[in-house]
């Protein structure tokens, strides 16, 4: 899969996130609640939904693992709905100090979106892959929070149904943002990318931003469900001189870079345009 329907994977499903929210905190009348307290509840809902549903598309669109979805939703959407909470509340408190209008309400979703990239954390435990997530969901609040801001005052004369339906449009497109600019800020800082070439998943582009492992376990970042692919097989990371690509002890099978094999326990300095083979999967690191 190339990276831009990676991009539109986790646009769409962060969309579907932004209408399940709407659709669910729009059944409780939250309008008359305590200020903080709807705050709260909100941003919980809405980090939980987008957060949740994120989390799930690499498992669900580019692993085909549903298993691996449910579990990384699960996790993303507890993680979005933790941050989701302390995010709407000082976002609120912004929207406040701002006196509302575009400021003050593309802050809330660019706080609202910087914490559901940090939720990655949740999912990979990866500090460097999480800090580049929360610059794309933070990105993503500021567009999607731009666009609402700009339909609702297109449309503010409307009646309150039409105004009901307008936020509906509005967290899609702020879930859609912020969705697909995860992915999309991932691969945009990371320093080297795994192209697979041939196999079970050709066509298939992965970033390393630090490291990137590689197996037929659908918990690696890079799943290779071939013939000869060992449970967790490699990982490449960087290193004082580059990249490499460690072939971890526990292979049960060599790796081939180019002509030279690579044993379980080794490593092996990676250059760009190398090709490696592991087990019927042929791919290529392709280096910035």
């Given amino acids: 899969m190339s990276k831009l329907m990676q991009v539109y994977y986790h646009a769409v499903f962060g969309g579907i996130g932004g209408l399940l929210g709407w659709w669910i905190m729009g059944s409780f009348a939250t ?25 799930a598309t690499d498992g669900a669109m580019i692993k085909r693992a549903p298993v691996r979805a449910v579990r990384d939703g699960l996790l993303g959407a507890l993680g979005g709905a933790v941050l989701g909470v302390a995010g709407f509340m000082l976002a609120q408190q912004g929207f406040l100090t701002l006196q509302a209008g575009f400021a003050g ?9 910087l914490l559901v990239g940090l939720s990655d ?30 339909l609702t005052q297109l449309f503010l004369a409307q009646s309150g149904a039409a105004q009901v339906w307008l936020s509906g449009i509005g967290l899609v497109l702020i879930g859609a943002c912020i969705g697909g600019l995860i992915p999309l800020a991932r691969q945009v800082f990371s320093r080297g990318e795994l192209h697979v ?28 469900p071939d013939a000869g692919v060992s449970w967790r097989h490699a990982v490449v990371r960087r290193s004082t001189h580059g990249f490499e690509l460690a072939v971890l002890p526990e292979a049960e099978h060599i790796a081939q870079i180019g002509s030279e094999d690579v044993a379980p326990g ?23």
Wanted: charge should be neutral.
């Fill in 121 to 150: 954390y949740a999912v990979r435990r990866r500090p460097q892959r999480a800090s580049y997530a929360a610059l794309g969901g933070l990105a993503g609040g500021f567009v999607g929070g731009l666009l609402y801001e700009a």
């Fill in 197 to 224: 070439l041939a196999g079970e998943q050709a066509g298939l582009v992965r970033e390393v931003t630090d490291t990137a492992t590689i197996g037929r376990y659908d918990g690696n970042d890079l799943y290779l």
């Fill in 31 to 55: 309008q008359v609640w305590n200020m903080w307290l709807a705050a709260a509840f909100v941003g919980s809902g809405l980090g939980l939904c987008i957060g949740g549903l994120v989390a």
């Fill in 266 to 288: 080794s490593t092996h300095l990676l250059t760009n345009g190398d090709q490696i083979r592991i087990g019927e999967a042929l791919l290529q690191f392709v280096g910035r």
């Fill in 105 to 113: 309400r593309t802050l809330s979703w660019m706080i609202l979106g």
